[in-house]
């Protein structure tokens, strides 16, 4: 029942997140609910029952290789656990020493969950390259696609290619690589993604971002988004923005960063006297409607040929029109019927202005994205771009998050919330069926054990492992999973104290004969997550990183678990009402 409980508590508050991490683990957390529920409820009726028909005792006589099998288990656990009370007794004896130990792991859980890596999801092979370009803002679309065929031609030149699609829009340009089905190429996408960035950077005239599209539903653009905001004007804003922009670039941590504020793109303005143009019988009308029909481009009535209509749109040809100093020489008709140049009566001041004004909630902002270096997390990235808004320069100035950047900052503190909350829950649940205040924390010791376990492989980055939605839920999990050998060893050496054994022989007593489920328990539960570890295909690196924490918490955490639970039992346990007269504890052999 208690470990039922338990599991019960930890899931529960993962069904109940908002946002991203509830869409994605509602159905998870609840499904773990009603089947914990379930066998909770097989376990107290239908085993029992199993049991009584089903099992049989072992004939030591027995032959055939089940029954020698059968007894050379038994044999090597008899051993084991011989090995195990002994090296127990002699423990608890420097109890202390054990006390330091757990408190040396568990001060080290901070400095490994810092050094590790750190981002909303891990970056999945969906086998496509994405490629964002930039031309000079003056550009035309011809000359734009100019460059955009060398990037066909580049895209085209790997075998891994399968296809390649492009979209040519004002002011960018995406392409796509189509990568070939996983069996049929030797390089992955994360492979293949900083040696195509590489040859993007040969094209003098565009500027490219090759990223893959985000793991997870929702989030959009580049991984990192960084917002700067204030109130402000824009100009002065530019000029924080890329002084900002210019540090970020010197400090390596990023294949590409660009600001979406940028005063340069050429706007071009027909000044017209307006004095000269009234003398020479011209309204603004005349002028206007002039000009728009030279370069506007809009149709003004339909034609038949050949049975089939077809607009007619006035315009002047496209060499007449490549660039705003071609306006002047466009002719007028005056009151008296004559022509006149447009230069007669009107100049062309050019400037440049903002491509787009942003604003964020819903101030002026300067949006700030970037792609990291490959290999490097969200977290490190982020974490340079903190350093330097925290210069003297950002003073007057906000920051935010948007774009894949702003879920993971938000899920990351939602899932610390939720852990503490359920160890919150789970020591409650605990106090209430233990009816102690000490024995939950005796129990719960076994949790810091088994996250240090985790955050060790996580640390050293194990297989691509980092800390992402899928880890934090798998650390959250393995606080029911491993606090269920507490709960065996404690709850057992209580009932041998009511019994009245003392202290230290009801807990190795209590731990010796619980040793044979609290291994078999271990066993399948990183056996039950080995396919995940193992597993290939589409959303393989997810389940490997929620798997390899499960797996290598449940087993180092056991390990603490066996004689750090006993020493903190020495260290903590209350007292419990005897049955009978206490009994002498027997001698142990050291």
Known sequence: VAMAAVLIAVYLPIGFLSGLTGALFTEFAFSL?????????????????MCSRMLKPHDPEGKGWQAHLVILLDRAFDALHRRYEALLHRTLNYVPVTGVFALIVLSSIYFLYAGAKSELAPQEDQGVLIASSSAAPNSTLAQRQLYTRQIYAKFAAHPETDHVFQLDVPGITIAGMVLKPWNERAKTADQLQPIVQKEMNQIAGLKTVLFQPPPLPGARGLPVSFVIQTTEPFERLDEVSQKFLQEAQKSGRFIFID????????QSTVVIDRELAAQLGLSMRDVGGALSAMVGGGYVNYFSLYDRSYKVIPQVQQADRLNATQLRDYYLRSASGG?????????????????????????????????????????????????????PMLDAYSVDYAGQTRPFVQESSALVVTFFFALIIIYLTLAALFESFRDPVIILVSVPMSICGALIFISLGVGGASLN??????????????????????EFANNLRREGHDKRHAIEMAAGIRLRPILMTTAAMVLGVMPLITASGAGAVSRFNMGLVIASGVAIG???????????????AGKHVAQADAKPAPEHAV
Request: glycine share 6%; charged share 5%.
């Open 33 to 49: 609910v009603g089947a914990v529920t379930i066998s909770a409820v097989l376990a107290l009726t239908l085993s029992p029952m």
């Open 259 to 266: 600001s979406d504020l940028k005063f340069d793109q050429p």
């Open 469 to 490: 939605i899928y880890t934090e839920v798998g650390l959250v999990t393995l606080i029911g999973l491993i606090s269920k050998h507490g709960i065996l060893i404690v």
């Open 558 to 572: 056991t390990l603490f678990t066996l004689f750090v639970v006993p020493a903190m039992y020495m260290l903590l």
């Open 339 to 391: 022509m006149i140049p447009l230069s007669t009566i009107a100049h062309i001041e050019t400037k440049a202005v903002p491509q787009t004004l942003n604003h964020f909630q819903p101030q002026n902002s300067a949006p700030i994205s970037g792609v990291q270096l490959p290999g490097a997390s969200q977290c490190f990235a982020l974490a340079v771009l903190h350093v330097l808004a925290a210069r």
